[in-house]
Every structure is written in C-alpha cells, then in structure tokens.
C-alpha cells in the first residue's frame, strides 16, 4: 500500500501564494505521475497540473503562468507552488499518483486532501 500525505493549505489573501507538498509513504516501488487535482464546493474534481517521473509537466489553462508543480523523487514527494492566488482558486486540494508498489502492483492513489482559502 501508499499512503499520500498533503500539507501547506490555509487561508491566504488575494495575490498571495501558498506551498503545498505531497509525501508518499509506504511499500513504494516506483511511482510514475504525480498530480494535484482540486475540488470546489458544488463542482466536480479538476486537474490542476501533473508531473511524470521524468519531470515532464501539464497545467489546467487556469493555472498556467501561476502555479508551478515540481517533484523530489528521492523522497517521492510532489510540490504545488502558487503564486497569484485568486478566490477561485479556494477548493480542497488532492495530490495523487500512480504508484507501484511490492505485491501489489500499479494502482492509482489520492491524498486526503488539504484546504485552500483565498479571502480578503
């Protein structure tokens, strides 16, 4: 099993920028993609960006030129830098990844979740 563990959300103002991190634990082989999704009240879950092992990365048109994804693959852990903050960015933010771990193959796994607030 993996485990993703999310930290960095809170309340931030306008134009201001927050760090998010996303360590996973466990019985970890490799891990391929990694990704934030969010989810804001009454909408469904969206990508925000992904990043696969090789560091190749994606963002959601609404994030690009704000928010910047980066990985440490030795500590297999997944960054979201954001910059710029809007209150439309406030949702609960989900790391996930695609993980293999021993005994029990490729799978695809998500965090808790982690709150963002963007609010004078």
């Known amino acids: 099993q993996v485990q993703l563990v999310e930290s960095g959300g809170g309340l931030v103002q306008p134009g201001g920028s927050l760090r998010l991190s996303c360590a996973a634990s466990?019985?970890?082989?490799?891990?391929?993609?990694m990704g934030w999704y969010r989810q804001a009240p009454g909408k469904q879950r969206e990508l925000v960006a992904v990043?696969?092992?090789?560091?190749?990365?994606n963002y959601a048109d609404s994030v690009k030129g704000r928010f910047t994804i980066s990985r440490d693959n030795a500590k297999n852990t997944v960054y979201l830098q954001m910059n710029s903050l809007r209150p439309e960015d406030t949702a609960v933010y989900y790391c996930?990844?695609?993980?293999?771990?021993?005994?029990?193959?490729?799978?695809?796994?998500w965090g808790q979740g982690t709150q963002v607030t963007v609010s004078p």
């Open positions: 466990g019985s970890i082989f490799s891990i391929s993609n």
């Open positions: 996930n990844a695609d993980a293999r771990s021993i005994g029990l193959g490729l799978r695809n796994y």
């Open positions: 990043i696969t092992n090789a560091g190749s990365t």
